[in-house]
């Protein structure tokens, strides 16, 4: 009966131990899934896409289709938050109100 009891405690420890080992995993996942920060208009990445954090601003740009912003765009990432993830700017979030020349209409 004490043989049993002593693998049902080891097995126990080893899950227990196995879990706690996971614990830094699980906490950069909860921080990858944080905002990132903003994209600044004027930062390099930014700049060699002419983004905007408001696509009213584009318009005098040759690329700008008329009422195109980053929240209708393929690459957008956010559905409807006012910031989210763009595919092509992964290091940061984009503004939904904003534009790039890369913009592409969903599907």
Avoid at 9 to 37: E, H, T, W
Wanted: aromatic letters at 8%.
């Amino acid at each position: 009966m004490e043989d049993i009891k002593s693998k049902a405690r080891r097995r126990f420890l080893a899950s227990m131990a196995a879990a706690g080992a996971m614990l830094p995993l699980l906490r950069v996942g909860i921080a990858g899934a944080a905002d990132k920060p903003h994209l600044s208009p004027t930062a390099d990445n930014a700049k060699a896409l002419h983004y905007t954090e408001d696509a009213k601003s584009a318009k005098g740009d040759a690329a700008y289709k008329a009422g195109s912003h980053c929240g209708d765009c393929m690459f957008y990432q956010g559905g409807d938050a006012k910031w989210g993830g763009c595919a092509l700017f992964p290091q940061n979030d984009v503004s939904h109100g904003g534009w790039c020349m890369s913009w592409t209409a969903k599907p």
